[in-house]
């Protein structure tokens, strides 16, 4: 990588948490986020980030934020071969010597001097940047704080800090006359530091290509953008999770689409039970179908075309989660058939989708009697209590069986 293969990231809550000083700023998403409530400042202080070099000349900076127009935010950047620093003594005159790190680390100390002792050691400040050169930095140690101003509710979000080190330019690959008088900090290093920039971001983009196509790891956008170019439809009833799951198996599901076996597999993803598909050569093949064709014709079809999906009813809910599950089927079934879904619940009604074992069981033997509270209607309710005769009467019939 053009430009060195070393560097600090900071993208995880527990790697901004890691020795350092934090006020006014949380944690969303392993994101670091300042939000104007108080009036304060969001103040970050970073560690040490040691080269394990003496005499290192940093390469790059590089933020990744998400900043309303409103907002703004200052850094602060300080590099040497030794912790130790002279700053002038609080309370005294004079000057004291001190270790940055154990000073950073003292809560004895307030914030604000914490920050003013980034401009008391000859600190560079930067406003508002998001790509800097460290070619002034030198020194095994580099330290940051990183000081966020808004007075707006929408939040400063932080996603990434990223620092490279040793320098490494385009100077570098060049014939050695082009070398000979560059300096560190010479004109030709960091013109052809604007170039190395674009290029190094294009190799870094190339470098996690894979993992944005990664549907386990992609992000929440590309996820979406991934599900419309593998023909997804509605990829915003799936849910993220789910969705995941379904562009993993999408080629195979792809291959097989407008079969019962697809219609299955996306149902079941969906909703987590697998469905009962009943299709017309089903229903016509059963021995009762010519004594009974009113009645299964009422139920299943009449014609080549209608297929019946069967699920309980903890799966369909409402009738929202019916109509978004009858799209998801309607978009992998073949176009000119017809899905009849049906809810099965757990009461008996006659000449209706009612199935032994399925919603329908037999536990002990009860009385059947007519509901009287819905007079107009065919229910059937298993009563409380049954009578001595009754229960005689059911249990003889079972022993002769």
Same mark, same amino acid.
């Given at each position: #990588?053009?430009?060195?293969?070393?560097?600090?990231? =900071?993208?995880?809550?527990?790697?901004?948490?890691?020795?350092?000083? =934090?006020?006014?700023?949380?944690?969303?998403?392993?994101?670091?986020?300042?939000?104007?409530?108080?009036?304060?400042?969001?103040?970050?202080?970073?560690?040490?980030?040691?080269?394990?070099? $003496?005499?290192?000349?940093?390469?790059?900076?590089?933020?990744?934020?998400?900043?309303?127009?409103?907002?703004?935010?200052?850094l602060k950047i300080y590099a040497s071969d030794t912790p130790e620093i002279v700053i002038p003594s609080f309370g005294a005159a004079g000057k004291s010597k001190v270790d940055i790190n154990e000073y950073i680390?003292?809560?004895?100390?307030?914030?604000?001097?914490?920050?003013?002792?980034?401009?008391?050691?000859?600190?560079?400040?930067?406003?508002?940047?998001?790509?800097?050169?460290?070619?002034?930095?030198?020194? $095994? !140690?580099?330290?940051?704080?990183?000081?966020?101003?808004?007075?707006?509710?929408?939040?400063?979000?932080?996603?990434?800090? +990223?620092?490279?080190?040793?320098?490494?330019?385009?100077?570098d690959y060049l014939p050695e006359i082009y070398r000979k008088e560059a300096g560190e900090n010479s004109f030709l290093s960091r013109f052809l530091g604007i170039f190395q920039s674009v290029y190094v971001d294009?190799?870094?983009?190339?470098?996690? #290509?894979?993992?944005?196509?990664?549907?386990?790891?992609?992000?929440?956008?590309?996820?979406?953008? #991934?599900?419309?170019?593998?023909?997804?439809?509605?990829?915003?009833?799936?849910?993220?999770?789910? =969705?995941?799951?379904?562009? /993993?198996?999408?080629?195979?599901?792809?291959?097989?689409?407008?079969?019962?076996?697809?219609?299955?597999?996306?149902?079941?993803?969906?909703?987590?039970?697998?469905?009962?598909? @009943?299709?017309?050569? %089903?229903?016509?093949?059963?021995?009762?179908?010519?004594?009974? /064709?009113?009645?299964?014709?009422?139920?299943?079809? %009449?014609?080549? !075309?209608?297929?019946? @999906?069967? =699920?309980?009813?903890?799966?369909?809910?409402?009738?929202?989660?019916?109509?978004?599950?009858? $799209?998801?089927?309607?978009?992998? +079934?073949?176009? %000119?058939?017809?899905?009849?879904?049906?809810?099965?619940?757990?009461?008996? !009604?006659?000449?209706?989708?009612?199935?032994?074992?399925?919603?329908?069981?037999?536990?002990?033997?009860?009385?059947?009697?007519l509901d009287k509270t819905q007079r107009d209607t065919n229910n059937l309710v298993i009563s409380e209590e049954m009578d001595k005769r009754s229960a005689e009467y059911f249990a003889d019939i079972f022993e002769?069986?």
């Amino acid at each position: #990588m053009a430009s060195g293969a070393i560097y600090f990231i =900071l993208n995880r809550e527990s790697d901004w948490k890691d020795k350092s000083i =934090l006020k006014n700023l949380n944690f969303e998403n392993d994101n670091l986020t300042f939000r104007s409530r108080s009036g304060e400042n969001g103040v970050y202080i970073s560690k040490s980030f040691d080269s394990l070099q $003496r005499g290192t000349t940093w390469h790059r900076l590089r933020l990744d934020v998400t900043l309303p127009s409103s907002a703004s935010y200052k850094l602060k950047i300080y590099a040497s071969d030794t912790p130790e620093i002279v700053i002038p003594s609080f309370g005294a005159a004079g000057k004291s010597k001190v270790d940055i790190n154990e000073y950073i680390k003292d809560d004895s100390i307030a914030i604000g001097r914490k920050i003013d002792m980034f401009d008391l050691i000859g600190a560079k400040s930067f406003d508002t940047p998001t790509d800097i050169l460290l070619y002034d930095f030198k020194g $095994r !140690y580099l330290w940051m704080c990183l000081e966020i101003i808004s007075y707006v509710e929408d939040p400063v979000i932080i996603k990434s800090v +990223k620092i490279e080190f040793p320098q490494v330019t385009f100077v570098d690959y060049l014939p050695e006359i082009y070398r000979k008088e560059a300096g560190e900090n010479s004109f030709l290093s960091r013109f052809l530091g604007i170039f190395q920039s674009v290029y190094v971001d294009l190799e870094d983009q190339i470098d996690v #290509m894979p993992l944005k196509f990664d549907p386990d790891r992609t992000t929440k956008d590309f996820l979406n953008w #991934m599900a419309d170019w593998l023909s997804v439809k509605d990829p915003s009833m799936w849910g993220e999770k789910r =969705l995941r799951k379904l562009v /993993k198996e999408s080629v195979s599901i792809y291959k097989m689409k407008g079969t019962r076996r697809a219609i299955s597999r996306v149902v079941e993803e969906y909703v987590g039970v697998e469905p009962i598909i @009943v299709e017309q050569f %089903d229903v016509k093949d059963n021995m009762c179908y010519y004594k009974q /064709k009113d009645l299964i014709e009422n139920l299943f079809g %009449d014609n080549g !075309y209608i297929f019946t @999906v069967m =699920l309980p009813e903890s799966c369909v809910k409402d009738t929202e989660s019916y109509i978004e599950l009858l $799209r998801v089927i309607n978009n992998i +079934k073949p176009v %000119d058939s017809i899905c009849n879904l049906v809810v099965l619940n757990d009461q008996i !009604y006659l000449d209706n989708h009612c199935y032994m074992g399925i919603n329908s069981f037999i536990t002990k033997n009860q009385d059947l009697v007519l509901d009287k509270t819905q007079r107009d209607t065919n229910n059937l309710v298993i009563s409380e209590e049954m009578d001595k005769r009754s229960a005689e009467y059911f249990a003889d019939i079972f022993e002769e069986e």
